[in-house]
Each structure stands twice: as C-alpha cells, then as structure tokens.
C-alpha cells in the first residue's frame, strides 16, 4: 500500500475525505476506541479494530462492535489492523509500542481519537491539558458556560470521549475537551478556538521515555491555533513562564498572586478578573464551594476561557459558589466515628498528592501507593510533615515509597485497599482525616482511578455500616 504523509497528504484533503471511503485501522477497543470506530463507520469510513486484550475481558466492546457490524480481532495485534490508510491509537499505546512502530515504518500516520474527532468537530473546540487539576478545571468550565446558556459538552479524558459527541454538536455547541499528553503525541491539525495549560510537572516518563518529550506533548496543544484563538498559561509555572510553547495565540495568564501581568490573579483574598483593561472584583475565594490554593488556581483558568465566551462576572460568582468538584479528586466521602474520609483517587503522580496533602488542615492518616511513575517521593515528606501522623502503603510501588517516606512518617503495609482504610482507621482519632491519595497509578490493584476510588468508597461504607464504635476497632 502507498505510504502516506500525516500532514502533506491527509491534511490536504476535506475532513470528509478524509473518513469517508478510508480504511481506518483502530488501535484499542476501550471508550475511545469504540467510538471512533462507530464514528468511522457513521461518516462512510472502513474501520478496523484491533485490541492485545483476550476476547473474554472485552465483552461489552465486542457486543457494541458486533451491533455495529464493525470489524475486529482480539487477543493480539495482526498485519490486517495495519491494511489500512491510517491508524486511530488509543491512549494506552505509547510511541515506542512495537505495533506503533510498526505502523510508523510502513509510512502509516498514526492519530489520536481527539484528532481524528476534531477534523469532523462544526463547534468551537475548548482544550484543556496539565499535569494536575485538569478534570476539575474541564468540568468547572462546562458548568460556567452551560449555566450561561451556551450548549456546552464536556468530554474527552473527563468520561465521554470526543468522537462519542461530536455528532452531536451544533454551530453554536461548544465542545470542552480535556486532553492528555499522550492524546496530545500523536495530534496533526488538531486545533483549539481556545486552550489553557494549566501546569506542567514531572510525569508519565513510562509513556514518554523523559521529562522534556512529556513537555512537549503538553504543548502541542498551541502549535496549530491563529492569532484569533486564545492560549491561557499558569503565570505562576516557571515552565510556561518563558518563550514555550511555540503559537501565534493571544497568551494570557492566570495566577494565584497579586501577579499584575495575569488576567485573573488573587488580590486581598479575592479573585479578580480582568476584562477589556479593567479588574474587576469576581468573589472572596472564602466563597468558593471548592477549597484549596490550587482550585483558586483552576477557578482562574476556568473564568478566563469562559470570559473568552462572554459569560458574565454574576454567572460566574453563582457557579463558583455553587461548584463542589468532581468524583475522587478531594471528594469527601463522609465520616465515621468522628473521622472524615475523603477520596483523592484521581492523584495519580507525586505532585498530585502533594496538592492533597497541602489542602489537609487536620491530622491525617493517608493511603498511598499503586503502580509507581519513577519520581520521587521526597515532595510529599516536605509537605506531609506538618500533617501527616501515619502513612499506610499498598500495591507495587511500597516498598520504594516507603525508601523515602519511611524516614519521615510511621509508616504500616497492607495488602488491599479494604485492609488499609481498616488499617487507616484504627490509627485515626475523632477529628482526623483518612486520605487516599495515592501518588501512584491504579493499575496493579485496579483497571483505572475510578474503580479504586469506588472501592475506597465501599471500603468506607462498610466500616459505617460495621463499625459504629470506633474504639472497638482502633483498640
């Protein structure tokens, strides 16, 4: 088959060429995968989809396959996936995954599922990416500019990908994507009307290979937008303080200071925006339904997209008083025998928990571990020290938390998440706190942040629903 250039040969062509009458090889059968194989299939496109997973762990994506009369194989990766004009890759598949390179030495481009749905998106497209906050920040936004009036759908890492709701979208939608690095790698001509980085620290080196590759991924999100777009930078980030990211936006910054370059900043425990070269006093950060310096950080970013669409300072206020957050990040789960739990699944890398730990004002028992990401673990004994009274570990990255936070903290092992909340519970006092916030990827204990949060959850109910007295389990 005739190799094909990502960007001389596809982006020449219309965005309808480029689906419909293609053959369209998927790589993964998760959510996106799927739909963008049933995308594919809606726009008059020949897609074929091939996951590594056996057959029997994919069941529910074989019936939605099979419903659609959608081609597919399991269990392994053959030449037939790559029979193809282009490839579709999950997220999960880094560039150095063998069928990536493959495809790569054949001259097949090789897309992510939010590229290949921008090219077929008719609304303004909204983009958020960081290493930290961007859920919160993507769902915070939806709701600023859905409380406004404005048709606005929130998707991509956030829960529905981007290719399941792009058909659905009018002139007047706008589509609020959060977008991760990896998504982010394999972009062409994907191109938001306006875009924010919130932060970027040290992560996914596994996908990745280092730091700088993971930087760059990051942004990508600019280098396609014009000089109508609107890029929105974490003013107090030392990387995104300098000359990156290369792109003809108009930049504008938020900040948690009295930073008088940035377009939302905090003054006198406010946040303030400024709008047309006039601040203008939005609330007291006091009033913000959800708590912590780094949600002053996302408010702000939030405001300024949705400013970007008009949306007015009272909308804004109302939402910001009325917005608690999202599940499993800083989500408070509720209270037993005077300890509170609070679920921070979603901290999937030490700057995350490190975040946590800085939001906690009580003593707090935390449950950290997973899947390690090479980093150290030395930021959270920094911060912990001031609230931290016991740490308790799982999952394969312990024994190297424990290397570091051992020398710092008491710290216990236990071998499930039942047992640790258990654990956890039994050193708490009234008046404590349980965090989870892990620090650590899911994936040893659990398929994703989510099912481990749910199963803290659980953990937590059963022991209000079997330990009323707390003393009976703690002595």
Same mark, same amino acid.
């Given at each position: ?73 399991? %269990? ?19 560039? &150095?995954?063998?069928?990536?390179? *493959? ?20 609304? +303004? ?14 769902? !915070? ?10 048709? $606005?759908?929130?998707?991509? *890492? ?12 009018? &002139? ?10 990896? =998504?982010? &790698? ?6 938001? @009307?306006?875009?924010?980085? !919130? ?22 999100? $600019? ?14 980030? +030392? ?10 936006? =108009? ?6 200071? @009295? ?8 003054? %006198? %425990? ?9 601040? *203008? ?22 405001? !300024? ?8 300072? =009272? ?12 599940? &499993? ?8 025998? /005077? ?9 999937? @890398? ?23 990401? /090479? ?37 216990? #092992? ?21 965090? !989870? ?11 994703? #942040? ?26």
């Amino acid at each position: 088959m005739r190799a094909l250039d990502a960007r001389d040969i596809e982006a020449a062509m219309t965005n309808s060429e480029r689906i419909a009458g293609r053959s369209i090889g998927v790589l993964g059968m998760a959510r996106s995968g799927c739909a963008v194989a049933r995308l594919a299939r809606q726009l008059g496109g020949e897609p074929f989809v091939s996951d590594a997973a056996s057959a029997s762990s994919l069941i529910e994506a074989t019936r939605v396959l099979d419903r659609d009369s959608i081609p597919y194989e399991t %269990d392994g990766h053959t030449d037939r996936v790559l029979d193809v004009d282009y490839v579709v890759a999950s997220p999960a598949l880094p560039p &150095h995954a063998p069928i990536i390179r *493959n495809a790569q030495e054949r001259g097949l481009p090789v897309f992510s599922e939010v590229e290949f749905a921008s090219w077929v998106c008719p609304a +303004p497209i909204v983009a958020l990416t960081g290493t930290n906050g961007k859920t919160t920040t993507t769902a !915070l936004l939806g709701e600023l500019l859905l409380s406004a009036g404005h048709d $606005a759908h929130v998707c991509g *890492n956030i829960g529905l990908p981007f290719s399941s709701v792009v058909s659905k979208l009018r &002139h007047d939608s706008i589509a609020v994507v959060e977008v991760s690095s990896f =998504q982010l &790698h394999f972009i062409a001509d994907f191109r938001p @009307n306006a875009a924010a980085i !919130l932060n970027i620290t040290d992560d996914h080196r596994e996908w990745h290979g280092d730091f700088t590759a993971y930087r760059d991924a990051k942004f990508r999100i $600019a280098e396609n937008m014009t000089s109508s777009d609107l890029l929105v930078l974490n003013g107090d980030d +030392p990387i995104l303080n300098g000359p990156d990211p290369v792109t003809n936006a =108009q930049r504008t910054y938020f900040s948690t200071t @009295n930073d008088k370059r940035a377009d939302a900043r905090i003054v %006198d %425990d406010s946040l303030e925006i400024v709008r047309d070269g006039v601040a *203008n006093r939005l609330l007291p950060v006091a009033e913000m339904a959800l708590r912590g310096v780094h949600n002053w950080s996302n408010a702000a970013a939030a405001c !300024l997209i949705s400013s970007h669409f008009n949306v007015e300072f =009272q909308s804004q206020a109302a939402t910001l008083r009325s917005f608690s957050g999202v599940p &499993h990040r800083l989500e408070a789960v509720g209270q037993v025998a /005077g300890v509170t739990f609070i679920n921070d699944s979603k901290a999937t @890398n030490v700057e995350s928990a490190v975040t946590a730990l800085r939001a906690m004002s009580q003593p707090t028992v935390l449950i950290a571990g997973g899947r390690g990401k /090479g980093a150290s673990y030395q930021p959270m004994v920094d911060v912990g020290r001031e609230v931290v009274t016991h740490v308790v570990l799982i999952g394969e990255a312990r024994e190297a938390m424990f290397a570091e936070l051992g020398r710092a903290f008491a710290v216990q #092992f236990a071998d499930s998440l039942d047992a640790a909340v258990a654990l956890a519970f039994s050193l708490a006092n009234p008046g404590n706190v349980v965090l !989870l916030s892990p620090a650590c990827a899911s994936f040893d204990m659990f398929d994703n #942040f989510e099912a481990r949060g749910d199963a803290f959850k659980r953990a937590v109910n059963g022991l209000h629903n079997g330990q009323e007295d707390h003393q009976s389990l703690s002595r």
